[in-house]
C-alpha cells in the first residue's frame, strides 16, 4: 500500500515551488491542483478535456492507460493539464510525494509556457472550451437515445478523421461566409486589372483583355467555394447538403475542441521541453532547500531518466526539448550567434568560442513567447545539434512475404533530416488539403486538392478518410495527390474507390 | 493557487471502453480466417492466444510508404543503412510504445472466445444441447422402486414394516366392526393372537378370559402380501465420447508447410470435438508406405523419405477402431492428412471402404498442397486420393469460400483442398455444417 499523500506537506511545496517561479521570472497564475484517484487521471488522459463527450476511441485510449498502470503500478509519471482559465491541473493522490512535486514543478512551467507563449494565447481565447465539453456530453447522449448510437458514432468517426484538417495559420480565422469572401475577391480582380486596361485602351485592343477578366470574373463569381479552403470539418459543417442539424451540432462542437487544442500540437516540443527544463531545476532547488529528502531525490532521478530516455523508433518531446532549450541558452550565453561566429571556420575556435554574452535566460523566453516548433527546428536544429542529439531518420519496410517489418536507420545527414522534422512540424506532417470545388461536375460533389510537393499520403488511411469524408459530404469526393511520384485523383462515391491519372 | 480534492466521478471510460472491445470483436470476426490461421494459437497452450489485431483507429491524411512501412525519427548510434530491429510478421507481441506500426496491437483471445465467434458465424448458438451420439455405459447395479416380490435377500424391511402396520389398524378396525367391542379389548385380542385375525376373534367370545392391555400399541402384522423388496436395474448412464484418429502421410512430399496447416486443422477439429464431447480421445497415425500409431510430437515432426500407402493407415485405423475404439461405445471420427499422392488407390479405396463398413461417424480427408493452382489446371491437378475418392463414392464437388469440397452422398466423407492458410477456416466450416458432424449410424 502506497503511503496517503500528504496534503499539507504539498501545500507547502507548491507555495515554495510558486516563490521560486516568480523569483525566476516566470509568468504564474491560480493553478487549480486537483488531487483525484488514477481513474480521474487516466481518464482526463484520453479524453482531452476533463469531461468530454462518450466515443469509443477515448474508451480505447483509456483501456490502453489503465493496462499500463494496473501493470506497472508505478504511478503515473505524466501531468495533465488544461489551457483554461484558470488552468487545471490533476494530481494522482497515489502517486508518491516526489513524483507529485515534479509534476507540481513541470505544470507551473506549461502554464508560463500557457501564460507567455504568443501562440498559446490562441487556445486560450476558446475559454469557455470546458464547458462546452461538458454540456456537449449531456447532448450528444441525448442525440444517441433519440437517434441511436451507432447514427452519432458515424458522424464523431467522421468529425475525428479530419479534426486536424485546419488552416496552417492558426492566427487566421477563416473567411465562412462565402459571399462576403467572393465580393471580396471579384473586387480585388477588378482592381488588379483596371491599371492594364487603362494602358491597353490606349492602343485600342482592349477586347480581349476584356473578355478575359469578364471570363475570370466570371469564373470567380461561379466557383464554390470561391477561395481555397483549408477548414475542412468547418466548410463541411456548415455546407453539406445531408447533415441534419444534430450533426452540425456533433462536428461544430468537435471542430472547436481541435481549434482550440491545435496551437498546442503546433508547440509541443517546446512547451514539453520547457517545462522539463524548469521541473528539473525547480527539484534541484528544493532538494537544496532541503524540503525534500534524499531518497525522494533518488525517485525523481529514477522517473525523470525515465522520462527522458531515448528512444530508438520515437521522438522524445521530453528530453529533444529540454536538450534544446538547454543547447539555446549556452548558446546565447557564451555569445555563439551572430555573424561573427556564423563567418568563423575555425573548429578548434568555434568549440572554445566563448564571449560571455549571458544573453541564454533572455534567448530563451524570447523563443517561449514567438517560437512555435517548426520555427525552432528551423533556427536551431543546427547539425551541431542533431550531431549532439544523435537523431537519425529510420524507415520500415515490410516483407511482403513473411508479414515482417524491418526498421533501420534510413538517414543521417542533418541536412536531411531537418527538412523532414521541418516540413513534419510545418502542418500534421502533410502538406495542406484543401477543398478546391465544392461544386464537382456541377453536381455538388467535393474535390479535394493536397497542395503536395512530393510527400505521399498512406493509402490505406487515405481511402478511409474519404469514405468518412463521404458520409459527412453525401456526394462523391475527389482527392488530387501524388502517389508513386504521379499526380492521381482518389476518389469514393459511397461504393468503391478509384483512382485515376490526372 | 490551490491543492484541492474535487468530488469523485463516475468512471465514464469503461463504457466506452466496452464499446470499443465490442467493435473489436466485430472486426475479430471478420478477421475469422486470419485468426484461425495464426500459429501461436496451436503453440501457445495456455487457453489463450495472443492475436494481432488491427488497433481500432480512425483514419486520418498522413505520410505513408506503400509497402505497409513507415518511418520517424529516432535517436543512438549506428550508420544508415544499419538494422534497429525486427517485428515478426505474426503474432509475436511487440513492445509497447516502441512499435511504429501502432496500427496493430496484440490482443489477448480466449480460444473459447474464438470458438464462440466461429459458431455464431455459423448460425450454430445452442452447442450446449449435445446433438451427438450418446453412449451407454455400463456402471453395475442400482436400487430404483419397490416390488412385491423377490430374493429376501433385497426385502425392503422399513417397506415391509410400514405395510404390517397398515394391516394392524386395519385388522383392529375389522375386529371393532365384527365384535361391537371397544378397541382396547380388540386389541388385547388381536395381541394375544399374535396378530391372527380369527383367532382374535374366537378370543373375544370369552372376553372375561382376556388380559386387558392398558393401551393400544401398534405392531406390524405380516401377511404374505406385505413383503416389498427393492427392486434393482442395471445402472448405466449415457455418455458422448469421441475419438479423433488423426492419420498423416509423412513422406517426403509434406514439407514443414503442409504439416503446419494440418497441424491448424487438427487443432481446431479437436476444439470443437471437445466442445460438443465430454470426452475426447486424439490418436496420431504416420505412414508412408507402413503406417504406425505414434504420440502426438512425432506425429507432426516425423519426415521421411520414400513412398506413399495411403490403405496401410486406414487399415490400422480399422484396427484400432477395432480394438480400441468399438463404434458402439465411441464416436469415431478419422481424418486423413495427404497431398493426395498415393501408390495403390484401389487398395486405399477398399481400406476406407472397410472403415465405413464399421460405421464411423465421419472420414475427413484433408488434401493439402501448397503453392498450386489447381483451379488454373482442373483436370489434371486432381490428386489421385481425390480422383479415386471421387469415382469410387457417389460425390458431390463443390466450392466454398476457395476450398473445394467432397461431400459424400452416402458416405459418411468430407474432402477438402486447402492450399494456403486462409482455407482452414472455411475448411473447418465444412467439417463443423451440423448434418456433418452429427451422428451417421
Redesign the interface.
Known amino acids: 500500500m502506497p503511503k496517503p499523500l500528504d ?1 499539507e506537506r ?2 507547502i511545496i ?2 515554495r515551488i ?1 516563490e521560486i517561479a516568480q523569483e525566476w521570472g516566470l509568468l ?1 497564475t ?8 488514477a ?2 487521471m ?2 482526463g488522459m ?2 482531452m478535456f476533463p ?1 468530454n463527450f ?7 485510449d ?2 490502453t492507460h ?1 493496462t ?1 498502470y494496473d501493470h506497472t503500478g508505478a504511478g503515473i509519471p505524466y501531468e495533465t493539464v488544461w489551457n483554461f482559465t484558470p488552468p487545471v491541473a490533476l ?1 494522482v ?1 497515489t502517486n508518491p510525494f516526489a513524483l507529485n512535486t515534479i509534476i507540481i514543478g513541470h505544470v507551473l512551467g506549461h502554464v508560463d509556457f500557457f501564460l507567455g507563449s504568443r501562440i498559446l494565447q490562441i487556445g486560450r481565447s476558446f475559454s469557455d472550451i470546458a464547458d462546452e465539453a461538458y454540456y456537449a456530453a449531456e447532448r450528444f447522449r441525448e442525440y444517441e437515445v433519440q437517434h441511436g ?1 451507432d447514427e452519432v458514432e458515424k458522424i464523431i ?1 467522421a468529425g ?6 485546419q488552416n496552417p495559420d492558426i492566427f487566421m480565422e477563416e473567411e465562412l461566409d462565402e459571399e462576403i469572401a467572393r465580393d471580396r475577391l471579384l473586387t480585388m480582380e477588378r482592381e488588379k486589372a483596371r491599371p492594364a486596361k487603362d494602358i491597353v485602351s490606349q492602343f485600342g485592343q482592349n477586347n480581349n483583355r476584356d473578355e478575359l477578366l469578364k471570363k475570370k470574373l466570371q469564373y470567380l463569381a461561379q466557383r464554390v467555394p470561391p477561395e481555397p479552403v483549408y477548414d475542412l470539418l468547418g466548410y463541411i459543417t456548415r455546407y453539406s447538403p445531408v447533415l441534419k442539424p444534430h450533426h452540425r451540432d456533433i462536428l461544430t462542437v468537435m471542430r472547436n475542441q481541435g481549434r482550440s487544442l491545435a496551437p498546442q500540437r503546433k508547440t509541443k516540443l517546446l512547451n514539453e521541453g520547457w517545462a522539463t527544463y524548469w521541473h528539473v531545476r525547480f527539484m534541484r532547488r528544493l532538494f537544496e532547500e532541503g524540503l525534500l529528502t534524499a531518497e525522494e531525490h533518488g525517485i525523481f532521478d529514477d522517473f525523470h531518466s525515465g522520462v527522458t530516455r ?7 518531446w521530453y528530453s ?1 526539448g529540454l536538450a534544446l532549450f538547454e543547447y539555446i541558452e549556452e548558446k546565447y550565453d557564451k555569445g555563439r550567434f551572430g555573424r561573427e561566429y556564423d563567418m568563423c571556420e575555425d573548429p578548434v575556435k568555434k568549440a572554445y568560442w566563448d564571449t560571455h554574452a549571458m544573453k541564454g535566460k533572455e534567448k530563451i523566453f524570447q523563443v517561449r513567447s514567438f517560437y512555435s516548433d517548426r520555427m525552432a527546428i528551423e533556427e536551431f536544429f543546427t547539425d551541431e545539434f542533431i550531431h549532439q ?12 512475404k ?11 545527414d542533418p541536412e536531411v ?1 531537418r527538412k ?2 521541418v516540413r513534419h512540424h510545418t502542418l ?3 502538406e495542406p ?1 484543401v477543398i478546391q470545388n465544392a461544386n464537382h461536375n456541377r453536381n455538388g460533389y467535393l474535390y479535394l486538392n ?1 497542395l503536395s510537393n512530393g ?11 474519404l469514405v ?1 469524408i463521404f458520409t459527412l459530404w453525401g456526394k462523391p469526393v475527389f482527392l488530387e495527390t501524388n502517389v ?1 511520384n504521379k499526380r492521381v485523383v482518389c476518389s469514393f462515391d459511397g461504393k468503391k474507390h478509384e483512382v485515376k491519372q490526372k | ?6 468530488e ?2 463516475s ?11 465490442d ?1 473489436q470483436k466485430e472486426v475479430l470476426k471478420e478477421n475469422l480466417p486470419k485468426v484461425i490461421a495464426e500459429e501461436s494459437i496451436i503453440t501457445g497452450g495456455s487457453g489463450k492466444v495472443r492475436v494481432p489485431i488491427r ?36 503474432g509475436k507481441p511487440g513492445q ?6 501502432e496500427d496493430y496491437i496484440d490482443t489477448e483471445v480466449d480460444i473459447a472466445e474464438i470458438l464462440e465467434l466461429v459458431f455464431e458465424d455459423l448460425g450454430l448458438p445452442q452447442l450446449e444441447e449435445k446433438q451427438v451420439k450418446e453412449l451407454i455405459v455400463d456402471l453395475g447395479w442400482k436400487i430404483r422402486g419397490t416390488a412385491r416380490g423377490g430374493p429376501w435377500a433385497l426385502l425392503d424391511a422399513r417397506r415391509t414394516a410400514q405395510e404390517g402396520v397398515k394391516r394392524f389398524w386395519f385388522l383392529l378396525q375389522a375386529l371393532k366392526d365384527e365384535s361391537g367391542l371397544p378397541e382396547l379389548i380388540c386389541f388385547s385380542a388381536l395381541k394375544k393372537a399374535e396378530g391372527i385375525f380369527n383367532e382374535a376373534l374366537v378370543l373375544l367370545k370369552d372376553v372375561a378370559a382376556l388380559p386387558v392391555e392398558i393401551e393400544v400399541v401398534a405392531f406390524p402384522i405380516f401377511h404374505a402380501d406385505d413383503f416389498r423388496f427393492h427392486k434393482i436395474q442395471s445402472d448405466t448412464q449415457y455418455q458422448s465420447q469421441a475419438v479423433l484418429i488423426a492419420m498423416m502421410d509423412v513422406s517426403g512430399s509434406m514439407s514443414t508447410e503442409k504439416k503446419y496447416l494440418a497441424r491448424s486443422m487438427l487443432f481446431w477439429l479437436v476444439q470443437f470435438l471437445r466442445k460438443i464431447y465430454e470426452k475426447v480421445i486424439i490418436r496420431f497415425i504416420i505412414h508412408h508406405t507402413e503406417a504406425k500409431v505414434v504420440e502426438e510430437d512425432v506425429f507432426f515432426k516425423t519426415g521421411e523419405s520414400g513412398g506413399t500407402n495411403c490403405y496401410s493407415a486406414y487399415e490400422l485405423a480399422g484396427s484400432l477402431i477395432d480394438t480400441e475404439y468399438p463404434v458402439t461405445q465411441w464416436n469415431v471420427y478419422t481424418w486423413h492428412f495427404s497431398d493426395g499422392e498415393d501408390f495403390d488407390t484401389n487398395r486405399t479405396v477398399l481400406e476406407l471402404k472397410k472403415l465405413f463398413a464399421r460405421k464411423i461417424n465421419m472420414f475427413g480427408y484433408g488434401e493439402i498442397r501448397v503453392g498450386e493452382h489447381w483451379r488454373l489446371f482442373p483436370s489434371i491437378s486432381d490428386s489421385q486420393l481425390f480422383t479415386a475418392f471421387s469415382r469410387a463414392f457417389s460425390v458431390e464437388k463443390t466450392e466454398e469460400e476457395g476450398v473445394r469440397v467432397l461431400t459424400g452422398s452416402n458416405d459418411p466423407l468430407l474432402g477438402v483442398v486447402v492450399t494456403r492458410k486462409e482455407h482452414i477456416f472455411p475448411a473447418i466450416k465444412q467439417f463443423l455444417k451440423k448434418d456433418r458432424w452429427a451422428n451417421h449410424a
Do not use: C
Open positions: 496534503i504539498l501545500k507548491e507555495k510558486y504564474t491560480d493553478v487549480q491542483f486537483e488531487i483525484v484517484g481513474q480521474k487516466l481518464e484520453a479524453y469531461v462518450s466515443h469509443w476511441s477515448f474508451g480505447r483509456y483501456e489503465r499500463i494530481l493522490e448510437k468517426d475525428m478523421a479530419i479534426l486536424w484538417q531515448e528512444n530508438k523508433v520515437g521522438f522524445n529533444i542529439m544523435r537523431l537519425y531518420i529510420w524507415e520500415s519496410e515490410v516483407d511482403a513473411t508479414g515482417e517489418t524491418t526498421y533501420y536507420i534510413a538517414e543521417r533530416i523532414i522534422l500534421y506532417g502533410i488539403i493536397h510527400v505521399e499520403l498512406d493509402q490505406r488511411r487515405r481511402d478511409g478518410v468518412h508513386d | 493557487m490551490s491543492i484541492y480534492v474535487p469523485p466521478t468512471e465514464r471510460g469503461k463504457g466506452d471502453a466496452k464499446r470499443h472491445r467493435k488497433r481500432l483507429s480512425i483514419p486520418d491524411f498522413r505520410p505513408g510508404k506503400n509497402d505497409g512501412g513507415s518511418g520517424g525519427v529516432g535517436q543512438g548510434d549506428g550508420e544508415a543503412g544499419e538494422v534497429l530491429g525486427r517485428r515478426p510478421g505474426t509497447a510504445g516502441e512499435e511504429p506500426g
